[in-house]
T-cell receptor, first 112, second 114 residues
Framework: GESVGLHLPTLSVQEGDNSIINCAYS??????FIWYKQESGKGPQFIID?????DKRQGQRVTVLLNKTVKHLSLQIAATQPGDSAVYFC???????????FGGGTRVLVKP | DTAVSQTPKYLVTQMGNDKSIKCEQN?????MYWYKQDSKKFLKIMFS???????INETVPNRFSPKSPDKAHLNLHINSLELGDSAVYFC?????????????FGPGTRLLVL
């Protein structure tokens, strides 16, 4: 199989607990943010996005919070399930042409 | 009903060879992208095309040449492959090139250069 990114920060969470994944972004001019989920051997999968005129957005079992003052983004996953085990990336859109800049990723491991 | 597809999924080749990776999207999107993901999972954009026109060209060796025959296809040709080219290459698409559009990724092509 492919490399599993052994140097990634890892969040271990008990099944059923809530998970919080944090991301610091670099460009104060960024006005659009996306969270992606990448399972082993697959491409990044869109989870949820948020624009800079909002500070919170909710989806199904996921919530994204944006704090522009400290340039911080978080993804909350409610009632974490084994299928949530993956690497999660935040991405910011900070330039013309819809160029996304990705963060380094956080691996989430769900313990049964 | 695959949205963004890539071929091949795996590509193992010798240094110095030339290879191509193909990408197709059936989402009706106008913009397509190529990303490279290294062994530490870091994802970085390489190119972006909008309706067959190049709009993003990051600092990528000119051995890499994207080609877009139509807006549903964006292929990546790599000349004179080097060991450092080993990575996973992802194609993505979005509805428009303007800021603030979600990008949807293909399953990736795992390239190993020996």
């Amino acid at each position: 199989g492919e490399s599993v990114g052994l140097h990634l920060p890892t969040l271990s969470v008990q099944e059923g607990d809530n998970s919080i994944i944090n991301c610091a972004y670099s460009n104060s001019a960024s006005d659009y943010f996306i969270w992606y989920k990448q399972e082993s051997g697959k491409g990044p999968q869109f989870i949820i996005d948020i624009r800079s005129n909002m500070d919170k957005r909710q989806g199904q079992r996921v919530t994204v919070l944006l704090n522009k003052t400290v340039k911080h983004l978080s993804l909350q996953i409610a009632a974490t399930q084994p299928g949530d085990s993956a690497v999660y990336f935040c991405a910011e859109n900070s330039a013309a042409g819809n160029k996304l800049t990705f963060g380094g990723g956080t691996r989430v491991l769900v313990k049964p | 009903d695959t949205a963004v597809s890539q071929t091949p999924k795996y590509l193992v080749t010798q240094m110095g060879n030339d290879k191509s990776i193909k990408c197709e999207q059936n989402l009706g999107h106008d913009t397509m992208y190529w990303y490279k993901q290294d062994s530490k999972k870091f994802l970085k954009i390489m190119f972006s095309y909008n309706n067959k026109e190049l709009i993003i060209n990051e600092t990528v060796p000119n051995r890499f040449s994207p080609k877009s025959p139509d807006k549903a296809h964006l292929n990546l040709h790599i000349n004179s492959l080097e060991l450092g080219d080993s990575a996973v290459y992802f194609c993505a698409s979005s509805q428009a090139p303007q800021r603030g559009g979600a990008q949807y990724f293909g399953p990736g092509t795992r390239l190993l250069v020996l």
